[in-house]
């Protein structure tokens, strides 16, 4: 039997990621919006893609407008994509309260049809929703998961080899911290072909790495003007996943909840965690050096300011 994965929410985040999932085979897909018949034509479009892509997957979209997310019943992992999207000028935080309403509701409903799932977060402020959720679901902290690392590494990894003009399959990128504008590329680990980063560019071209790095959602919010990434977003959540599903025990930067992690205490804050069948399966803890220490405490202060406007 296939999995099944649901994703909430069908922006362009979330209808990219089913379409990622569908056409690869990975699992059965339920899309779902509040908007009426827009889930239920994209995942047709899908199904009508099928046979050319040759995945048996099945697609299915629900308006689930009046609340009803029967549809969603018994999936292996729920990807929440839903909520406000940032809007130029806009920081992701701005969007804290806004969008908790909205992951209260869609938490509430999908755990209860689907109790064993595992969660992923997709809706910014990113680390803040990623709490909200696991407060909400009572869920085991190792089936919450938030989707950033993977998305702000690959953005490195893309930067670096387009700088070096190497493979991007050459380039392993190591980005910690909260999804904000003081996450935390660490470049002593970031590598290509084993080869530390610091070795192979001067420290200006390798500072100019970061700080795109760290712009990286806001510099295509800027050029697209309507609304925010979605393509390597979606790439993202599809990564995680398959490492899931698959039980790959795949190391992957990923929003996890903390309990003492890098000196950090009950914060969703982005390191590298092993996942597999049973979600974040290990948090892997390296050793920092103390500005970059700094600047992880840095990041996760502004994680907690959010947490605790939100009274979590
Ligand atoms: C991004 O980084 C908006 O958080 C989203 O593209």
Do not use: W
Request: net charge neutral.
């Amino acid at each position: 039997m296939r999995n099944k994965v649901t994703v909430v929410g069908g922006g362009f985040v979330g209808s990219t990621t089913a379409q990622r999932i569908h056409d690869a085979g990975l699992a059965d897909v339920v899309l779902t919006d509040i908007l009426e018949g827009a889930p239920a034509g994209k995942a047709l479009d899908m199904a009508e893609s099928a046979p050319i892509f040759g995945s048996n997957a099945h697609a299915t979209g629900i308006s689930t407008g009046g609340g009803d997310y029967k549809q969603t019943a018994n999936s292996d992992i729920v990807v929440i994509t839903a909520g406000f999207p940032r809007k130029p000028g806009m920081s992701r935080d701005d969007l804290l309260k806004a969008n908790y309403d909205v992951i209260k509701s869609i938490v509430e409903a999908v755990v209860k049809l689907s109790p064993n799932a595992i969660l992923i977060m997709v809706t910014n402020p990113l680390d803040a929703m990623a709490h909200v959720a696991l407060q909400l679901s009572k869920f085991p902290k190792a089936r919450v998961i938030g989707m950033a690392g993977v998305l702000d590494s690959a953005r490195m990894s893309a930067f670096v080899a387009a700088e070096l003009n190497v493979s991007v399959e050459n380039v392993t990128s190591f980005v910690l911290g909260g999804h904000g504008d003081d996450m935390v590329p660490l470049v002593r680990y970031s590598t290509v072909a084993g080869i530390p980063l610091p070795a192979l560019l001067p420290k200006e071209k390798v500072d100019a790495i970061v700080n795109r790095t760290r712009k990286g959602g806001a510099e295509i919010v800027n050029l697209l003007k309507t609304g925010s990434a979605y393509y390597a977003p979606s790439a993202a959540v599809f990564e995680m996943v398959d490492a899931i599903l698959k039980d790959k025990k795949k190391i992957l930067p990923c929003a996890a909840f903390l309990e003492g992690e890098y000196g950090i205490n009950g914060l969703f804050i982005g390191v590298p965690v092993k996942l597999g069948a049973k979600g974040i399966e290990q948090i892997i803890e390296v050793k920092l050096e103390a500005d970059e220490k700094a600047a992880l405490d840095k990041s996760s202060a502004s994680v907690r300011e959010l947490v605790t406007i939100l009274g979590l």
